[in-house]
């Protein structure tokens, strides 16, 4: 008997597949889904998913066709990208929700990712510069991954315990995506430098 074979969908990444490296499957900047089963509305009410946080996860894991893949590996663009395709292939694609007090549908299908200028990226190089107009420093930044997520998660919850009232998200997010500052790649410089800019918007 022949395995039956679920129905699928190609999306593109926003990316467009420019931030892997050549060897990964990622690099074509599409990727295959299929549709949400009842092995996914499982997923999605699994108490020890939702209470570790993880549900998104594994239900974007259950649904891609190439299990080589892994969502650790996705960008945070591409995985936003994917978690609104899955959205539409299982539910539709009217978003019924409250927008100022409100009622509107939104059309899933109609949201566009925004443009990218190919002449920035290099073929799995994920590394790119920016300078702050106002002090001239020059910053080389990162996006971030899956991988740096969880780091993030980890880092936060540790930093949590050791002081219950504070909220450094944006300083510790900032310190893992700057790479350098003005060609300086020492830790320490960058945090002082994330919480120096941190300091300043508040």
Known sequence: ????????????????????????PLSSGKLEMKYMTAKEEDILTNQSYIQKGTVLDKLLQSLLVNKDIKTEDLFVGDKNALFVAARILGYGKEYKTKIAGKDETIDLTELENKPIDKELF???NNRFTYKLENTGTVLEFKLLNGHDEKK???????????????????????????LSVDGNEEKNKIYRHSLHRYVQRR
């Open 1 to 24: 008997m022949s395995e039956f074979k679920f129905p699928t969908e190609e999306v593109e990444l926003p990316s467009k597949g420019l931030l892997y490296s050549k060897d990964n």
């Open 122 to 124: 290099s073929k799995g």
């Open 152 to 178: 993030i998660e980890r880092e936060l919850a540790g930093l949590k315990k050791i002081s219950p009232n504070t909220s450094p998200e944006l300083t510790t997010r900032l310190k893992h995506v700057i």
